[in-house]
């Protein structure tokens, strides 16, 4: 069965460290994997996909099927990036599973 | 345009009780999904639609109905409240097939 693994309920950085959050997918099929992000107050909204390859806000994220892995990473931390992060995998082409979230602080 | 909204943002429940959460978007979308959150743990899907007239089960249906019968409208019934079903209740939409989707605001619902 399908399932999505975000190891850190909290992830706790200074301004200006390095961040990387952490995802894992267990799925038979051909992975499309997403990361959510939501932000103090807001709805939760699309980060980046894996498939467009972008860099947005600063955060990128490579898929690595021998790890099974779509870790989230940012060279430099900013205190707005401060925020609930979700890693999601689409299966059956029209559902997702979200991970149970990583908790980002990023303190001055 | 107003994206996903949904109604309404807060509810207690006692037990028994049956509600309806409403959730309407005008994106023309097909698809829409409703989700539930329980503390500490990730959405999980409970219906979902690809289109009017079209539903089906997620991963957590037990104790909730849906119906889509306008493109723009895809309600969540509860007809008899039980306080396993106390989480906050996402509603979503998503233009095409595995693409990204659009999140309504949340309710947060308490059964007592």
């Known amino acids: 069965a399908q399932r999505v693994t975000q190891p850190e309920k909290l992830l706790s950085v200074f301004k200006g460290a390095p961040v990387e959050l952490k995802c894992n997918y267990s799925?038979?099929?051909?992975?499309?994997l997403f990361w959510y992000v939501q932000y103090s107050r807001q709805r939760l909204q699309l980060l980046l996909r894996?498939?467009s390859r972008e860099s947005i806000k600063g955060f990128t994220a490579d898929l690595n099927k021998g790890e099974t892995s779509f870790h989230l990473k940012k060279p430099f931390a900013q205190e707005e990036d401060s925020a609930m992060y979700y890693c999601a995998l689409s299966y059956n082409t029209d559902k997702l599973i979200f991970g149970t979230g990583t908790r980002l602080q990023v303190f001055p | 345009n107003a994206g996903v909204t949904q109604t309404p943002k807060f509810r207690i429940l006692k037990i028994g009780q049956s509600m309806t959460l409403q959730c309407t978007q005008d994106?023309?979308?097909?698809?829409m999904y409703w989700y539930r959150q329980d503390p500490g743990m990730g959405l999980k899907l409970i219906y979902y639609?690809?289109?009017?007239?079209?539903?089906d089960k997620g991963e957590v249906p037990n104790g909730y109905n849906v119906s889509r019968s306008t493109t723009e409208d895809f309600p969540l019934r509860l007809e008899l409240a039980a306080p396993s079903q106390t989480s906050v209740y996402f509603c979503a939409s998503s233009g095409t097939s595995g693409n990204e989707q659009f999140f309504g605001p949340g309710t947060r619902l308490t059964v007592l």
């Open positions: 894996h498939i």
């Open positions: 639609s690809v289109g009017a007239g079209i539903t």
């Open positions: 799925y038979s099929g051909s992975p499309e």
């Open positions: 994106m023309n979308h097909n698809y």
